[in-house]
């Protein structure tokens, strides 16, 4: 290093460009470092390697002098002032005045002997004055550093690499030094950075050439570029290809010459021979699609004469597939792949647009139940049936129809009407099951259909009346198909009317409470169940059948049933300071256990009116149970804890009653006589309702009978065992004030 650092000076120095003497400065000031360090690990003698460490450490000084001077040279920038320029030169003098008076006061450094590989070694003990000089070093170092950060990232591209290639090897040879000083190794190999160092200085300084950089990088560029390039001659014939270009049209690199030919047959646009040109082409195989980029661009000489010209060839097939792939899934369900909403409305208008004199039904679908499907079979079958609903479509309708999913597990049909046959519709429907390994469900879908009459309104509108119609079947299994009339429309408006008009009636207290007795075996008054009806200023009275339906399908029904605990809560606080311990059973739909935090709500009402908890019943029926079931179980299970009672209300009207019935914390089970009126063997009936009974009391379940008649259906249920009684032998739902008196008169 020190040799090679010496020739590349006396060439420096007699170099007729300018930075040459500058280089020549750096490069002899790098000797001494490099001469000290090699003292010192050749040395055997502790006052050589002295010599050796004071040989480093002032020519490191002379290093970071020469360094920076060398610097504003080679990045053509002026010293600041010579204030800083004089401040530089006095922290050196002052870091070697005070280096030198180490012998004296032993303040900078001293030497312990090691043995290192088998020889002896002596290495530095760092003092204070030992941290001043790597300060000042290091100091004006990161000044240099910045300096060519700056310039590297300001100047050219092509010039860069002449300021880079410096600044990564001082960065690296400053780590070196850095990792030698904390790492506590012995002997500081980072002397051999500091001689390439010099060396890089050398060749970029005087013999660095940008444009055969530039000729290397464009050649590289363009042979490791993914696009197929090809250069041609002024006489349009092909004279070199990347690996991308000899793929493309499948030749080596002897056969450049045939490129041209291979090019036109595949190019419509390349046989035009325009000089330049940019075009986009598809070439289909059949088994696929390629979708190519290609533009073609004229090189002139530094006189503006073309010498040729050369063809970017660029396969963008991944990029239209993506885009293709956006585009469909942007307009159609990912699941089923049918059109999604906004498409298939969009598709709809347009057909219907362009086909004024054709007659079109809106058709739209809805799987019954399918939440059930999903609680109860799993998300991933759920989603097996709405592909096969989707491919039920596909099969069933003819080509110039369309349809989409609008969400959920609705669909849509664009259905020309003279193709329409519902006869065909229903068989298919009554027939459609979905098979998954041992599995069979048959899935009811459910058809609403709107004749296209008025085409002024938006096409969401008349699919929105096509589901209307669904709304009156929607319970039915047997019925699958319902045409639309002006009737579902206002009972749509009555619908939204009425339920406009709920928040003033409880507030004004327009829905009262209605109370039917429960009736124990000695024809006493045990409790009562709470029913609501509606005194509407407008309509009159209205029974449960005529706005319950519409509050459970929109939600509202959760505000109508807190309204009525409240009110059961009332009248409760009203017969406790009367002394009585009647009763009260109240409501909870599905909807409650969606909206409401049940626990809290009844907790704090029993809380607020001073009420038992057992004399608040809670009454659920199946359906309550039919989602989320763990949920709602340990709901119950602490409502039961708490001390209230549970009734299961139509208990054996569903299929999983004696299921719940195994797991719930149950306290009465409430049997309606309709059970008995609905089948045609009555004897039959009246034995599975006996062995209801006898099991409930069994089980110490409290039996109860509603909808009782006559005197001879309580007489038969009595010898049953059956304990309470509820129904219009006794007496029928009546307002608060004509049950106190019927209490009066019949309670005891």
Not at 453 to 459: A, C, F, G, K, W
Not at 594 to 606: C, F, H, S, T, Y
Not at 681 to 700: G, Q, R, Y
Request: net charge negative.
């Amino acid at each position: 290093m020190v040799f090679a650092l010496s020739v590349c000076a006396f060439i420096s120095h007699h170099s007729r460009k300018a930075i040459g003497r500058s280089v020549a400065a750096l490069l002899i000031a790098l000797i001494p470092p490099v001469t000290g360090n090699l003292i010192i690990i050749g040395s055997n003698y502790q006052n050589l390697s002295t010599v050796g460490y004071y040989t480093y450490f002032f020519g490191m000084n002379l290093v970071m002098y020469a360094l920076l001077k060398f610097t504003f040279v080679y990045c053509n920038i002026n010293w600041p002032d010579k204030i800083s320029q004089n401040a530089v030169r006095l922290l050196l003098v002052f870091d070697a005045i005070q280096l030198s008076l180490n012998p004296l006061l032993g303040h900078a450094f001293a030497t312990e002997e090691l043995i290192v590989d088998g020889s002896i070694y002596y290495r530095l003990i760092p003092y204070a004055g030992q941290s001043i000089h790597r300060i000042i070093d290091y100091s004006i170092f990161l000044i240099v550093l910045l300096i060519f950060t700056v310039k590297t990232s300001k100047t050219s591209k092509i010039y860069a690499e002449r300021y880079s290639v410096i600044l990564l090897v001082m960065l690296f040879t400053g780590v070196w030094e850095t990792y030698y000083i904390f790492s506590g190794r012995p002997i500081d190999t980072s002397m051999i950075g500091f001689g390439a160092f010099g060396l890089l200085v050398f060749y970029f300084s005087l013999y660095y050439r940008p444009l055969r950089l530039l000729d290397r990088m464009l050649a590289n560029i363009a042979s490791e570029m993914k696009e197929a390039l090809f250069f041609f001659d002024s006489n349009k014939t092909c004279i070199w290809a990347n690996s991308p270009g000899l793929d493309l049209v499948h030749i080596n690199e002897e056969d450049f010459e045939i490129a041209s030919s291979r090019l036109k047959e595949m190019f419509k646009s390349f046989n035009n021979d325009e000089d330049q040109f940019n075009a986009n082409e598809i070439i289909d195989s059949g088994s696929e699609k390629k979708y190519y980029v290609l533009s073609k661009q004229l090189v002139n000489d530094d006189d503006g004469y073309p010498v040729g010209s050369f063809l970017s060839v660029r396969d963008n097939t991944a990029e239209q597939l993506e885009l293709q792939k956006e585009i469909f899934n942007a307009t159609h369900d990912r699941l089923t792949g049918l059109y999604n909403r906004e498409k298939f409305f969009e598709m709809s208008e347009n057909i219907l647009h362009n086909n004024p004199d054709k007659e079109y039904l809106a058709v739209f679908a809805d799987i019954n139940d399918f939440k059930l499907v999903n609680d109860v079979y799993g998300n991933e079958f759920g989603d097996l049936v709405l592909k096969k609903v989707a491919d039920l479509f596909s099969t069933l309708c003819p080509e110039n129809s369309i349809y989409g999913r609008l969400g959920g597990d609705t669909f849509g049909i664009l259905y020309p009407a003279d193709q329409f046959r519902i006869e065909d519709l229903e068989n298919h429907l009554s027939r459609f099951s979905i098979v998954q390994d041992e599995l069979e469900l048959q899935i009811i879908l459910h058809i609403g259909v709107y004749e296209i009459v008025d085409r002024s309104i938006p096409t969401s509108a008349m699919f929105d009346r096509a589901h209307m119609a669904i709304s009156t079947i929607k319970e039915d299994y047997h019925h699958l198909i319902q045409y639309y009339n002006d009737d579902f429309r206002s009972d749509v408006i009555w619908n939204k009317q009425i339920s406009s008009d709920l928040h003033d009636a409880l507030r004004n207290r327009d829905i009262v409470p209605y109370l039917q007795p429960i009736m124990d075996v000695e024809g006493k008054i045990a409790g009562a169940e709470v029913l609501v009806r509606w005194n509407h200023p407008i309509e009159g009275f209205l029974s449960p059948g005529k706005f319950i339906p519409v509050f459970e399908k929109n939600g509202m029904i959760a505000d109508v049933d807190r309204y009525m605990w409240r009110c059961a809560c009332e009248i409760l606080r009203k017969w406790k300071q009367k002394n009585r311990n009647e009763f009260i059973s109240i409501n909870i739909s599905p909807n409650d256990f969606n909206q409401l935090d049940v626990v809290k709500e009844l907790k704090e009402l029993i809380r607020e009116y001073d009420i038992s908890a057992s004399q608040l019943r809670i009454e659920i029926t199946e359906t309550v149970m039919m989602s989320d079931i763990d949920k709602r179980m340990s709901t119950l299970s602490e409502l039961s804890s708490m001390g209230f009672i549970i009734e299961m209300d139509d208990f054996g009207s569903g299929y999983s009653s004696f299921n719940l019935l195994k797991d719930m914390e149950v306290d009465v089970l409430k049997i309606d006589m309709v059970f008995l009126r609905k089948t045609g063997d009555v004897e039959k009936a009246k034995k599975i309702v006996k062995n209801i009974i006898s099991m409930a009391n069994d089980l110490n379940i409290v039996p109860l009978t509603e909808g009782v008649e006559t005197q001879r259906q309580f007489e038969v249920l009595l010898d049953m065992g059956c304990k309470l009684f509820q129904g219009f032998y006794f007496a029928k739902p009546m307002p608060e004030a004509e049950f106190e008196e019927f209490h009066n008169t019949h309670g005891r």
